[in-house]
């Protein structure tokens, strides 16, 4: 059975395994997997209305939560977010306790979001690839990481 899910103005078909998962979800996990780039997911991220993008970056924490993020998956994330060092939310993701780093930069206001999302996002795509690569190696059932 194909699935067809909305991400802006533009529907893109969902078939297999994954097709029970919200835009969001799939659009996460895909940046995750390198399926799509994180610009596209950025791209998306800001054409969300303000309420629907905070929800998404506490989305984002929950899965790096379930991905056991830790404070080297967040200085790897970090280089490859394209948000300088000295930016609030790059300052934070670097620190300890992590999770608790995490639940300010959800807290951040408005104006950060985008730079809080580059910087979720790619501290999740570090944990969930190493996740990915130990715990689920040859094994995985994960709907989320059987996407390609």
Same mark, same amino acid.
């Given at each position: !059975?194909?699935?067809?899910?909305?991400?802006?103005?533009?529907?893109? /078909? /969902?078939?297999?395994?994954? #097709?029970?998962? $919200?835009?969001? #979800?799939?659009?996460?996990? #895909?940046?995750?997997?390198?399926? $799509?780039?994180?610009?596209?997911?950025? %791209?998306?991220?800001?054409?969300?209305?303000? %309420?629907?993008?905070?929800?998404?970056?506490?989305?984002?924490? $929950?899965?790096?939560?379930?991905?056991?993020?830790?404070?080297?998956? %967040?200085?790897?994330?970090?280089?490859? /977010?394209?948000?300088?060092?000295? !930016?609030?939310?790059?300052?934070?993701?670097?620190?300890?306790?992590?999770? #608790?780093?995490?639940?300010?930069?959800?807290?951040?206001?408005?104006?950060?979001?985008?730079?809080?999302?580059?910087?979720? !996002?790619?501290?999740?795509?570090? %944990?969930?690839?190493?996740?990915?690569?130990?715990?689920? $190696?040859?094994?995985?059932?994960?709907?989320?990481?059987?996407?390609?």
């Amino acid at each position: !059975m194909q699935s067809w899910i909305g991400i802006g103005r533009t529907w893109y /078909s /969902s078939p297999g395994v994954g #097709e029970n998962l $919200r835009a969001s #979800e799939r659009i996460i996990n #895909e940046v995750a997997q390198g399926i $799509r780039t994180l610009e596209d997911a950025v %791209a998306w991220f800001s054409s969300l209305e303000q %309420a629907q993008q905070k929800a998404v970056l506490h989305e984002v924490v $929950r899965y790096s939560m379930q991905a056991h993020a830790t404070v080297n998956d %967040a200085r790897g994330g970090l280089l490859r /977010s394209g948000v300088k060092p000295t !930016m609030t939310p790059a300052v934070l993701i670097v620190r300890e306790p992590i999770l #608790e780093q995490m639940g300010k930069i959800i807290n951040l206001p408005p104006g950060e979001y985008v730079k809080s999302f580059r910087v979720l !996002m790619s501290t999740f795509v570090e %944990a969930d690839t190493r996740r990915r690569e130990t715990e689920c $190696r040859g094994t995985c059932s994960h709907a989320w990481h059987n996407l390609s």
